[in-house]
Protein backbone atom coordinates (compact mmCIF):
# COMPACT_ATOMS: atom_id res chain seq x y z
CA UNK A 1 0.00 0.00 0.00
CA UNK A 2 1.28 3.33 -1.03
CA UNK A 3 1.22 5.82 1.89
CA UNK A 4 3.11 8.63 3.46
CA UNK A 5 3.84 8.52 7.26
CA UNK A 6 5.13 11.35 9.54
CA UNK A 7 6.76 11.49 12.70
CA UNK A 8 8.53 13.46 15.42
CA UNK A 9 5.80 14.95 16.73
CA UNK A 10 5.57 15.77 20.01
CA UNK A 11 5.67 18.33 23.21
CA UNK A 12 8.50 20.87 23.34
CA UNK A 13 9.85 23.65 25.58
CA UNK A 14 9.63 26.82 23.40
CA UNK A 15 13.21 27.39 22.33
CA UNK A 16 13.68 23.63 22.02
CA UNK A 17 13.87 21.61 18.85
CA UNK A 18 12.25 18.84 17.27
CA UNK A 19 13.06 16.88 13.23
CA UNK A 20 9.82 15.51 12.18
CA UNK A 21 10.27 12.72 9.25
CA UNK A 22 8.12 12.16 6.38
CA UNK A 23 8.55 8.28 4.81
CA UNK A 24 6.88 6.85 2.46
CA UNK A 25 6.08 3.56 0.99
CA UNK A 26 6.11 2.18 -1.92
CA UNK A 27 7.81 4.84 -3.89
CA UNK A 28 11.27 6.74 -3.59
CA UNK A 29 11.38 10.26 -2.34
CA UNK A 30 13.98 10.46 -5.37
CA UNK A 31 11.32 11.46 -7.85
CA UNK A 32 8.78 13.35 -5.80
CA UNK A 33 8.04 17.11 -4.86
CA UNK A 34 8.04 16.72 -1.12
CA UNK A 35 6.26 19.77 0.92
CA UNK A 36 5.31 20.70 4.41
CA UNK A 37 2.10 22.07 5.42
CA UNK A 38 0.47 22.88 9.23
CA UNK A 39 -2.75 23.51 10.81
CA UNK A 40 -3.23 25.03 13.79
CA UNK A 41 -6.51 24.67 16.20
CA UNK A 42 -9.27 26.83 14.94
CA UNK A 43 -6.90 28.37 11.80
CA UNK A 44 -6.51 27.39 8.46
CA UNK A 45 -3.85 25.23 6.53
CA UNK A 46 -0.29 26.79 5.19
CA UNK A 47 2.51 26.31 3.55
CA UNK A 48 5.91 25.26 5.75
CA UNK A 49 8.56 24.26 3.62
CA UNK A 50 9.08 22.24 0.27
CA UNK A 51 11.48 20.36 -1.59
CA UNK A 52 11.64 20.23 -5.56
CA UNK A 53 12.42 16.97 -6.92
CA UNK A 54 13.57 18.92 -10.08
CA UNK A 55 16.58 20.72 -8.40
CA UNK A 56 16.58 20.25 -4.96
CA UNK A 57 15.38 23.66 -4.47
CA UNK A 58 14.18 24.49 -1.25
CA UNK A 59 11.32 27.03 -0.01
CA UNK A 60 10.18 28.27 3.78
CA UNK A 61 7.63 30.09 4.70
CA UNK A 62 8.55 33.63 6.33
CA UNK A 63 7.78 32.62 9.97
CA UNK A 64 9.81 29.29 9.89
CA UNK A 65 12.83 31.17 8.02
CA UNK A 66 16.06 30.81 9.85
CA UNK A 67 14.29 28.59 12.17
CA UNK A 68 13.25 25.34 9.87
CA UNK A 69 15.27 23.12 7.73
CA UNK A 70 13.89 20.51 5.00
CA UNK A 71 16.41 17.98 3.81
CA UNK A 72 15.88 14.76 1.50
CA UNK A 73 17.92 11.66 2.69
CA UNK A 74 18.06 8.91 -0.18
CA UNK A 75 19.94 6.60 1.43
CA UNK A 76 16.48 6.32 4.62
CA UNK A 77 14.28 7.56 1.52
CA UNK A 78 12.92 9.80 4.05
CA UNK A 79 12.34 14.34 4.48
CA UNK A 80 13.00 15.66 7.29
CA UNK A 81 11.89 19.04 9.04
CA UNK A 82 14.23 19.98 11.09
CA UNK A 83 12.36 22.76 13.48
CA UNK A 84 14.76 24.57 15.46
CA UNK A 85 14.10 27.37 18.01
CA UNK A 86 10.68 26.65 18.40
CA UNK A 87 7.92 29.21 19.47
CA UNK A 88 4.36 28.64 21.20
CA UNK A 89 2.98 29.46 17.46
CA UNK A 90 4.44 26.46 15.92
CA UNK A 91 2.10 24.83 17.67
CA UNK A 92 0.38 23.04 15.13
CA UNK A 93 -0.42 19.55 13.19
CA UNK A 94 2.22 19.03 10.87
CA UNK A 95 1.33 17.36 7.65
CA UNK A 96 3.50 16.17 4.50
CA UNK A 97 3.10 15.67 0.97
CA UNK A 98 4.28 14.18 -2.33
CA UNK A 99 3.49 14.99 -5.84
CA UNK A 100 5.88 13.71 -8.86
CA UNK A 101 4.00 15.45 -12.12
CA UNK A 102 3.70 18.83 -10.57
CA UNK A 103 3.12 21.65 -13.95
CA UNK A 104 5.29 23.87 -11.38
CA UNK A 105 8.64 23.19 -10.42
CA UNK A 106 10.43 25.08 -8.26
CA UNK A 107 9.88 24.79 -4.61
CA UNK A 108 8.17 28.33 -3.66
CA UNK A 109 5.70 28.19 -6.89
CA UNK A 110 4.49 24.57 -5.48
CA UNK A 111 4.64 25.56 -1.74
CA UNK A 112 1.34 26.45 -1.78
CA UNK A 113 -2.24 25.06 0.37
CA UNK A 114 -3.63 25.03 -3.31
CA UNK A 115 -1.16 22.79 -4.36
CA UNK A 116 -1.59 20.53 -1.48
CA UNK A 117 -5.34 20.11 -1.79
CA UNK A 118 -5.39 19.48 -5.47
CA UNK A 119 -2.14 18.53 -6.84
CA UNK A 120 -0.59 16.58 -4.41
CA UNK A 121 -0.16 12.69 -5.29
CA UNK A 122 -0.14 11.72 -1.40
CA UNK A 123 -0.95 13.23 1.37
CA UNK A 124 0.31 12.12 5.24
CA UNK A 125 -2.35 11.93 8.35
CA UNK A 126 0.23 14.30 10.19
CA UNK A 127 1.86 14.48 13.46
CA UNK A 128 1.33 17.04 16.32
CA UNK A 129 3.55 19.37 17.34
CA UNK A 130 2.91 21.45 20.72
CA UNK A 131 5.42 23.79 21.85
CA UNK A 132 4.39 24.97 25.35
CA UNK A 133 6.08 25.59 28.87
Known amino acids: QVQLVESGGGLVQPGGSLRLSCAPSGFSVDYYSIGWFRQAPGKEREEVSC????????YYTDAVKGRFTISRDRGNNTVYLQMNSLKPEDTATYYC??????????????????????????RGKGTLVIVSS
Open 51 to 58: ISNHDDST
Open 97 to 122: AAAIGLQVTTAQAMCTVNVYEYAMDY
